[in-house]
C-alpha cells in the first residue's frame, strides 16, 4: 500500500464537514481516479483518512513566525471545540470487542522544503517510497487543495503504477507524507487507510509504521464518558493508528485547557509526553500539524526504526524523516541520526528544527528489522543492515565447523535475495564455492493471498527455478534468511532435489520463529509457525531437508551489541518470547491469535466497509510471512 499527502500548511483550522465528505467520496472512487469536493472559503481542506497520495497547495496562506509565538486565534474556540458527533448525541461507535487489529508492516516518509525552491515534495516523496516499496505494497490515494477545491484519487498497486504524471500534477505542496503498507489476507479496509486525519483540534494528520498493544484500552477511554469527561472522540475504524492520532489530538485539546496561555509548540511537546505515558508497543510516526509543521516522534523502546535526514539548499535547510535511511540517497538528503526512543522532533513552517525529550527511555529495537524487513543499504540505530548480515554468516559458519558438518559440503546456495549477504560470508568463511543456482523470475507476479495449497506451491515453482547444472550430484548447503511457516521452503528443498543435488542441507541466518510479533508484523498464529513445538531435527525432517542448522538467539542478540554496544537488549520476542515492553502475555496473545492472527478471523461488529483489493507482489521473501 502506497500513499502520499503534500500540504502548505494554512492559517486555518480544519473543516469536519468536509473532511468526512472527502473520505466518503473517494471511498466510492476508489478505482475510477479523481474526485473533487468544493471547500468552504478560508479554510484548509482536509484529506481523506485512508490509504493515499493526498496534496493540499495553499502556498498563498502560508506566514512565518517565531517558534515560540502563538498565532492570534489560532486555537480558538471553534478548532478547540467538542466533537461533533457527542454534540449530536452518538458517544461512541461500534467496536468489534478486539483488542487489536492485525499488524502490518509498513514504510514512512515526510519531507519539508523550503519556499521558493523548485517544486513540491510529491516528486521526492514518490522516489522515497520506492526506496521504501520492500516495507509494503498494496494501493494509494492522492489528493489535492488549489484553494478553492480538494481532489483525491485512489489506487492498488506498487508505487510506479499508483503515482503517475496525472497524480502527480497534483501535489505542489512543498510539505508532505508518504505510506507504504504491507497488504494482509482478506484485504484492507479503505476507511482504515492512513494518513489518518483529525480536524480538532487544530487539524493533523499521521502516519504510522508499528503497532500498539493496549489499543483496545485507549479506545475505551477515547470513546466512554470516563473520569469526570465531557466529551468523546468518534473513532471510525478499528485501527491502532487512529487511535493513536486521538489519544495524541486529545491530549493537545486537554493541554490547551488546562494551560490556555501557553504556546503551540510547548502545547505540542507537552501533550506528546502524555500520548507516550499512555500508548504502549511500538510506534514511530510523522505528522502534519496545521499551523505548526511537520512533527516526528518515536515510541520510548526505539522498537520501529525512524532516521532523520538533512539537505541544504539556498533558501534554507530542508528535512526528511523516513522508516530507512535508503530513501535518502535518491533524494540528495544526509543522514543525521536516528530519532531517540522517547524523542518528538518538529520542524517549524520556517524550517526550524526543535527536539525535545519525551520519555524515560532505552533503545530496544526489533532484531528481526535487520535479519528480515530493512533493505541491506540502510543504517538502523548506527548498524550497517548489510554488516549485520554478514556477520550472521559468519557465526552460522562458526556453528557448522564446530558440528564437523563443513566435511560435507560441497557449496553454499543463498535462497534470493535477502539471504545472500549471510550466505556470501558463510561461503567464505567455509572456504567452499559460493553460487547462485536458484534464479528468481521477478516479472511474474502473483496474488499475495493464495487461497489453497496447489497455488501456493504453484507460486513458488513459478517465482524460482533451480539450475541443474549447478545442482547435480552436488551436496548443497542452501542459506534463507528465515524459515516461518515453511511452506516456501519445503517447496524450495524439493526443486533442488528434482534438480540433482545429492544432499540438501539447510542453513537458517535467524533462529527458530516461534512467537508472534506484536510490534507491527503480520505473521501467522504460533500453531503455524514450522518450530512450533518441533525440534530443529524435526523441523528439518517436515522440510525434507538432510539437516537443519538455526542461529541461535544468543549468537544473534551478540551480532547486536558487537554493531553497537550502546544497545542494552534488542527486542526478541519472536524468537525468544520475551516482549520488551512488559505488557504482553498469553492472554493477550491468545486474543490476538483468535481476532486477527493466522486466519486472520473477524469478529462480529467489525468493519464492514469495502476492503482495497490484493495486489500483485515480486518479493521471493514475502511469500514466508503471508503463506
Given at each position: 500500500?502506497?500513499?502520499?499527502?503534500?500540504?502548505?500548511?494554512?492559517?486555518?483550522?480544519?473543516?469536519?464537514?468536509?473532511?468526512?465528505?472527502?473520505?466518503?467520496?473517494?471511498?466510492?472512487?476508489?478505482?475510477?481516479?479523481?474526485?473533487?469536493?468544493?471547500?468552504?472559503?478560508?479554510?484548509?481542506?482536509?484529506a481523506?483518512?485512508?490509504?493515499?497520495?493526498?496534496?493540499?497547495?495553499?502556498?498563498?496562506?502560508?506566514?512565518?513566525?517565531?517558534?515560540?509565538?502563538?498565532?492570534?486565534?489560532?486555537?480558538?474556540?471553534?478548532?478547540?471545540g467538542?466533537?461533533?458527533?457527542?454534540?449530536?448525541?452518538?458517544?461512541?461507535?461500534?467496536?468489534?470487542?478486539?483488542?487489536?487489529?492485525?499488524?502490518?508492516?509498513?514504510?514512512?516518509?515526510?519531507?519539508?522544503?523550503?519556499?521558493?525552491?523548485?517544486?513540491?515534495?510529491?516528486?521526492?516523496?514518490?522516489?522515497?517510497?520506492?526506496?521504501?516499496?520492500?516495507?509494503g505494497?498494496?494501493?494509494?490515494?492522492?489528493?489535492?487543495d488549489?484553494?478553492?477545491?480538494?481532489?483525491?484519487?485512489?489506487?492498488?498497486g506498487?508505487?510506479?503504477?499508483?503515482?503517475?504524471?496525472?497524480?502527480?500534477?497534483?501535489?505542489?505542496?512543498?510539505?508532505?507524507?508518504?505510506?507504504?503498507?504491507?497488504?494482509?489476507?482478506?484485504?484492507?479496509?479503505?476507511?482504515?487507510?492512513?494518513?489518518f486525519?483529525?480536524?480538532?483540534?487544530?487539524?493533523?494528520?499521521?502516519?504510522?509504521?508499528?503497532?500498539?498493544?493496549?489499543?483496545?484500552?485507549?479506545?475505551?477511554?477515547?470513546?466512554?464518558?470516563k473520569?469526570?469527561?465531557?466529551?468523546?472522540?468518534?473513532?471510525?475504524?478499528?485501527?491502532?493508528?487512529?487511535?493513536?492520532?486521538?489519544?495524541?489530538?486529545?491530549?493537545?485539546?486537554?493541554?490547551?485547557?488546562?494551560?490556555?496561555?501557553?504556546?503551540?509548540?510547548?502545547?505540542?511537546?507537552?501533550?506528546?509526553?502524555?500520548?507516550?505515558?499512555?500508548?504502549?508497543?511500538?510506534?514511530s510516526?510523522?505528522?502534519?500539524?496545521?499551523?505548526?509543521?511537520?512533527?516526528?516522534?518515536?515510541?520510548?523502546?526505539?522498537?520501529?526504526p525512524?532516521?532523520?535526514?538533512?539537505?541544504?539548499?539556498?533558501?534554507?535547510?530542508?528535512?526528511?524523516?523516513?522508516?530507512?535511511?535508503?530513501?535518502?540517497?535518491?533524494?540528495?538528503?544526509?543522514?543525521?541520526?536516528?530519532?531517540?526512543?522517547?524523542?518528538?522532533?518538529?520542524?517549524?513552517?520556517?524550517?526550524?528544527?526543535?527536539?525535545?525529550?519525551?520519555?524515560?527511555?532505552?533503545?530496544?529495537?526489533?532484531?528481526?528489522?535487520?535479519?528480515?524487513?530493512?533493505?541491506?543499504?540502510?543504517?538502523?540505530?548506527?548498524?550497517?543492515?548489510?554488516?549485520?548480515q554478514?556477520?550472521?554468516?559468519?557465526?552460522?559458519?562458526?556453528?557448522i565447523?564446530?558440528?564437523?558438518?563443513?566435511?560435507?559440503?560441497d557449496?553454499?546456495?543463498?535462497?534470493?535475495?535477502?539471504?545472500?549477504?549471510?550466505?556470501?560470508?558463510?561461503?567464505?568463511?567455509?572456504?567452499?564455492?559460493?553460487?547462485?543456482?536458484?534464479?528468481?523470475?521477478?516479472?511474474?507476479?502473483?496474488?499475495?493471498i493464495?487461497?489453497?495449497?496447489?497455488?501456493?506451491?504453484?507460486?513458488?515453482?513459478?517465482?524460482?527455478?533451480?539450475?541443474?547444472t549447478?545442482?547435480?550430484?552436488?551436496?548443497?548447503?542452501?542459506?534463507?534468511?528465515?524459515?516461518v511457516?515453511?511452506?516456501?521452503?519445503?517447496?524450495?528443498?524439493?526443486?533442488?532435489?528434482?534438480?540433482?543435488?545429492?544432499?540438501?542441507?539447510?542453513?537458517?541466518?535467524?533462529?527458530?520463529v516461534?512467537?508472534?510479533?506484536?510490534?507491527?508484523?503480520?505473521?501467522?498464529?504460533?500453531?503455524?509457525?514450522?518450530?512450533?513445538?518441533?525440534?530443529?531435527?524435526?523441523?528439518?525432517?517436515?522440510?525434507?531437508?538432510?539437516?537443519?542448522?538455526?542461529?541461535?538467539?544468543?549468537?544473534?542478540?551478540?551480532?547486536?551489541?558487537?554493531?553497537?554496544?550502546?544497545?542494552?537488549?534488542?527486542?526478541?520476542?519472536?524468537?525468544?518470547?520475551t516482549?520488551?515492553?512488559?505488557?504482553?502475555?498469553?492472554?493477550?496473545?491468545?486474543?490476538l491469535?483468535?481476532?486477527?492472527?493466522?486466519?486472520r478471523?473477524?469478529?462480529?461488529?467489525?468493519?464492514?466497509?469495502?476492503?482495497?483489493?490484493?495486489?500483485?507482489?515480486d518479493?521471493?521473501?514475502?511469500?514466508?510471512?503471508?503463506?
Open positions: 500500500m502506497a500513499s502520499l499527502f503534500t500540504h502548505a500548511l494554512a492559517p486555518t483550522h480544519i473543516h469536519d464537514d468536509l473532511a468526512r465528505a472527502s473520505v466518503t467520496a473517494s471511498t466510492s472512487a476508489r478505482s475510477v481516479g479523481m474526485t473533487t469536493a468544493r471547500a468552504p472559503p478560508c479554510s484548509s481542506r482536509a481523506a483518512a485512508s490509504i493515499q497520495l493526498g496534496g493540499m497547495n495553499m502556498t498563498k496562506y502560508t506566514r512565518s513566525r517565531p517558534v515560540a509565538k502563538l498565532r492570534e486565534g489560532a486555537l480558538n474556540s471553534k478548532s478547540w467538542l466533537n461533533r458527533w457527542t454534540r449530536r448525541g452518538i458517544t461512541s461507535p461500534p467496536t468489534s470487542g478486539a483488542r487489536r487489529r492485525v499488524a502490518r508492516m509498513c514504510g514512512i516518509i515526510g519531507i519539508f522544503k523550503q519556499e521558493g525552491g523548485p517544486g513540491g515534495t510529491a516528486s521526492e516523496l514518490y522516489e522515497g517510497l520506492l526506496m521504501l516499496q520492500h516495507r505494497q498494496d494501493s494509494a490515494e492522492d489528493g489535492d488549489d484553494g478553492e477545491r480538494f481532489r483525491e484519487r485512489k489506487d492498488a506498487l508505487v510506479k503504477d499508483v503515482f503517475d504524471k496525472e497524480a502527480m500534477d497534483f501535489l505542489q505542496g512543498n510539505i508532505g507524507i508518504g505510506h507504504v503498507r504491507y497488504p494482509t489476507a482478506g484485504g484492507l479496509s479503505a476507511q482504515e487507510a492512513q494518513p486525519f483529525v480536524s480538532s483540534p487544530l487539524g493533523i494528520y499521521l502516519i504510522h509504521n508499528g503497532n500498539l498493544t493496549n489499543t483496545q484500552d485507549l479506545r475505551e477511554e477515547l470513546t466512554g464518558y473520569d469526570g469527561k465531557t466529551f468523546v472522540r468518534y473513532l471510525r475504524t478499528q485501527s491502532d493508528s487512529e487511535v493513536l492520532l486521538n489519544v495524541f489530538a486529545d491530549a493537545i485539546g486537554r493541554f490547551h485547557e488546562l494551560q490556555p496561555n501557553t504556546d503551540t509548540v510547548d502545547t505540542i511537546f507537552g501533550a506528546c509526553m502524555t500520548t507516550m505515558s499512555k500508548c504502549q508497543g511500538a510506534y510516526c510523522i505528522t502534519l500539524i496545521n499551523n505548526v509543521g511537520m512533527f516526528a516522534f518515536r515510541d520510548p523502546h526505539g522498537i520501529r525512524l532516521v532523520l535526514g538533512r539537505r541544504p539548499t539556498v533558501n534554507g535547510v530542508e528535512w526528511c524523516f523516513a522508516s530507512e535511511d535508503c530513501a535518502f540517497g535518491p533524494i540528495g538528503f544526509e543522514r543525521v541520526r536516528d530519532v531517540k526512543p522517547g524523542e518528538a522532533v518538529l520542524i517549524t513552517e520556517a524550517g526550524e528544527l526543535v527536539s525535545r525529550q519525551c520519555a524515560v527511555a532505552e533503545l530496544n529495537p526489533c532484531i528481526f528489522e535487520y535479519i528480515y524487513l530493512a533493505r541491506p543499504d540502510s543504517v538502523l540505530n548506527d548498524i550497517s543492515v548489510y554488516e549485520f554478514l556477520s550472521l554468516g559468519r557465526k552460522l559458519a562458526e556453528r565447523v564446530s558440528l564437523g558438518m563443513d566435511n560435507d559440503i557449496m553454499v546456495v543463498p535462497v534470493p535475495d535477502g539471504s545472500r549477504p549471510a550466505a556470501i560470508e558463510m561461503a567464505a568463511a567455509l572456504n567452499k564455492p559460493y553460487r547462485e543456482g536458484l534464479v528468481k523470475n521477478r516479472y511474474v507476479g502473483r496474488t499475495f493464495m487461497p489453497d495449497q496447489k497455488l501456493r506451491e504453484l507460486s513458488v515453482r513459478r517465482k524460482l527455478n533451480a539450475m541443474k549447478v545442482f547435480e550430484g552436488k551436496r548443497v548447503l542452501l542459506v534463507d534468511d528465515s524459515i511457516r515453511g511452506t516456501t521452503m519445503t517447496q524450495i528443498v524439493s526443486m533442488v532435489r528434482q534438480a540433482g543435488a545429492a544432499k540438501v542441507y539447510l542453513a537458517s541466518a535467524s533462529p527458530p516461534k512467537f508472534p510479533n506484536v510490534y507491527g508484523v503480520d505473521m501467522p498464529s504460533r500453531k503455524e509457525f514450522i518450530a512450533y513445538n518441533l525440534t530443529e531435527e524435526e523441523v528439518g525432517e517436515v522440510l525434507g531437508a538432510d539437516s537443519l542448522i538455526y542461529q541461535s538467539v544468543e549468537d544473534l542478540i551478540q551480532v547486536g551489541k558487537e554493531h553497537n554496544p550502546k544497545i542494552a537488549s534488542f527486542d526478541a520476542s519472536c524468537f525468544d518470547g516482549y520488551v515492553t512488559g505488557d504482553i502475555d498469553e492472554e493477550y496473545l491468545a486474543v491469535e483468535a481476532t486477527g492472527r493466522g486466519k478471523a473477524k469478529k462480529k461488529g467489525s468493519d464492514k466497509s469495502p476492503a482495497v483489493k490484493p495486489l500483485v507482489d518479493s521471493a521473501e514475502a511469500e514466508e510471512l503471508s503463506l
